[in-house]
């Protein structure tokens, strides 16, 4: 429940949880073993980074921890005073379980030879308040791609917002030398054309088609 909540880093469950450090190790360690829960870390830290965070592996468990057991008593008390939150609540959780989609897809993309390079990494990175939904690499050729994921319906001019600030975080990163591209994914975008001619890429839910079973 509380990393379903947003609790996701070590310290975070502890407090919420009231499970001392010492004894909630033991208990992170099954849940990761049984595969309800996994570890993950920013992509480029060392293996033995203590900068992690977790998530629940399974998005049926996700969901039921995140809204059914929170909301169990209203629905069976047919209270839907609640719905009004519930949606708008539901709407941000989506953006979590399209950033997975994301994912799957740019592996897709991978496989089929349809990126600038062929990436052997992927995953998220983060540092304090900095955030990069993607970023995969290939590190032997030094080539990098740094995507943001939204899940709404963006704007040429809100997309492009987002890739600059993309560019920004990018340069957070430390990957100097490297040859690095910008994209985003989103439930749909504006004027995808445009951007690519800018040397962007972009993608939304009408590319996912010819790939995603």
């Not at 057991?69 to 941000?92: I, Q, S, T």
């Not at 032997?140 to 001019?157: H, P, Q």
Request: net charge positive; aromatic share 14%.
């Amino acid at each position: 429940k509380a990393v379903a909540e947003g609790r996701t880093r070590f310290n975070e469950i502890s407090t919420f949880t009231g499970i001392p450090r010492s004894n909630l190790f033991k208990y992170v360690e099954v849940l990761e073993r049984l595969g309800f829960l996994r570890r993950e870390k920013p992509i480029t830290a060392p293996p033995k980074t203590k900068n992690t965070r977790y998530k629940i592996a399974d998005n049926y468990i996700r969901f039921y921890f995140r809204f059914v057991e929170r909301y169990r008593e209203e629905v069976e008390l047919e209270n839907l005073d609640f719905w009004e939150g519930f949606l708008e609540e539901y709407n941000a959780y989506l953006g979590g379980i399209f950033e997975d989609v994301a994912r799957q897809f740019l592996a897709k993309l991978n496989k089929a030879g349809r990126l600038p390079f062929h990436f052997t990494r992927i995953g998220r990175w983060w540092r304090k308040n900095e955030e990069i939904d993607l970023l995969t690499l290939n590190e032997r050729e030094k080539r990098a791609l740094f995507v943001e994921v939204k899940w709404k319906d963006l704007s040429e001019r809100q997309a492009r917002g987002i890739l600059r600030e993309l560019e920004r975080k990018a340069e957070l990163v430390g990957l100097e030398g490297w040859e690095k591209g910008y994209g985003i994914v989103a439930r749909k975008v504006e004027d995808k054309g445009g951007l690519r001619e800018n040397g962007f890429f972009a993608w939304d839910l009408s590319d996912f088609g010819a790939l995603m079973p």
